[in-house]
T-cell receptor, first 111, second 112 residues
Framework: KQEVTQIPAALSVPEGENLVLNCSFTDSAIYNLQWFRQDPGKGLTSLLLIQSSQREQTSGRLNASLDKSSGRSTLYIAASQPGDSATYLCASYTGGFKTIFGAGTRLFVKA | EAQVTQNPRYLITVTGKKLTVTCSQNMNHEYMSWYRQDPGLGLRQIYYSMNVEVTDKGDVPEGYKVSRKEKRNFPLILESPSPNQTSLYFC???????????FGPGTRLLVL
């Protein structure tokens, strides 16, 4: 059974710092992996989807990578801003069309 | 505007009183899914549907029912709610089961 782990559970950084959020999964036979952002009390907003045939995806200051062999994905945020403060979730799409989420990393960017 | 809508957004009920949370999408997506989110546990999938009349269990289906009679709608039914079903519920949809999922705003349920 696929398990998805996100470490750390919480992270506080000063504004302007580059940072990396980690997502680990146990079953390397995933199809795709998606990163989401969730603001307090809100729904999820899609950030990036990485297909299994890709190694990375970029959108603005965000870059997500996928290494199936090691069971890892990372979300790189460049030049962090206070507006980036949110919880970041990764989700793996596996066989059988199930979606497995990590518990998330709560990010706080200090001005 | 492309969106996933859920109703109601907030609901307080009592144990055993049947309730339905509606979910609708206007993007002609084939895949729809329900999740619950609990502190420290993240999002867990309850049920999903690949198309009309095709549904399957996620990781936590006990105590829930779903139906998919129309492509755009995917209601979540709690026939006899219990306090352990107090949670934040999200509906989501996508073109296929492994594509970008779009989420609704959530329904906060309290079962007394």
């Amino acid at each position: 059974k696929q398990e998805v782990t996100q470490i750390p559970a919480a992270l506080s950084v000063p504004e302007g710092e580059n940072l990396v959020l980690n997502c680990s999964f146990t079953d390397s036979a995933i199809y795709n992996l998606q990163w989401f952002r969730q603001d307090p009390g809100k729904g999820l907003t899609s950030l990036l989807l990485i297909q299994s045939s890709q190694r990375e995806q970029t959108s603005g200051r965000l870059n997500a990578s996928l290494d199936k062999s090691s069971g890892r994905s990372t979300l790189y945020i460049a030049a962090s801003q206070p507006g980036d403060s949110a919880t970041y979730l990764c989700a793996s799409y596996t066989g059988g069309f199930k979606t497995i989420f990590g518990a998330g990393t709560r990010l706080f960017v200090k001005a | 505007e492309a969106q996933v809508t859920q109703n109601p957004r907030y609901l307080i009920t009592v144990t055993g009183k049947k309730l339905t949370v509606t979910c609708s999408q206007n993007m002609n997506h084939e895949y729809m899914s329900w999740y619950r989110q609990d502190p420290g546990l993240g999002l867990r999938q309850i049920y999903y549907s690949m198309n009309v009349e095709v549904t399957d269990k996620g990781d936590v289906p006990e105590g829930y029912k779903v139906s998919r009679k129309e492509k755009r709608n995917f209601p979540l039914i709690l026939e006899s709610p219990s306090p352990n079903q107090t949670s934040l519920y999200f509906c989501a949809s996508s073109y296929g089961g492994r594509e970008t999922q779009y989420f609704g705003p959530g329904t906060r349920l309290l079962v007394l």
